[in-house]
Nanobody, 121 residues
Framework: QVQLVESGGGLVQAGGSLRLSCAASGTIFSIGSMGWYRQAPGKQRDLVAAITKGGSTNYADSVKGRFTISRDNAKNTVYLQMNSLKPEDTAVYYC???????????????WGQGTQVTVSS
């Protein structure tokens, strides 16, 4: 019903930048909060950044000042600009969205398939 498709991951040297994109498509009436999570090998999936429909943002302490989340509501797309990347940012990054499928329905949580970000030292 709803697909979240991520793009923009890859391999970058420490200090470099990447921009992730996540586009939502399918049966969508409204999207609430959107966000990015990451999961490194052997670790749990943690919140990186989130943004409400109105544009309020929230960041993990480890990325504050380096990462910027934004969204285009007309395109149902969320972005993550990652600057000054560090080796410890290496992980699979997942997009998340709270979606209302139809009028009167509740928000449902959807995930993207994940995109690998690797930062070399």
């Amino acid at each position: 019903q709803v697909q979240l498709v991520e793009s923009g991951g890859g391999l970058v040297q420490a200090g470099g930048s990447l921009r992730l994109s996540c586009a939502a498509s399918g049966t969508i009436f409204s999207i609430g909060s959107m966000g990015w999570y990451r999961q490194a090998p052997g670790k749990q999936r943690d919140l990186v950044a989130a943004i409400t429909k109105g544009g309020s943002t929230n960041y993990a302490d480890s990325v504050k000042g380096r990462f910027t989340i934004s969204r285009d509501n007309a395109k149902n797309t969320v972005y993550l600009q990652m600057n000054s990347l560090k080796p410890e940012d290496t992980a699979v990054y997942y997009c998340n969205a709270a979606v209302v499928l139809r009028v009167g329905f509740r928000y449902e949580n959807y995930w993207g398939q994940g995109t690998q970000v690797t930062v070399s030292s």
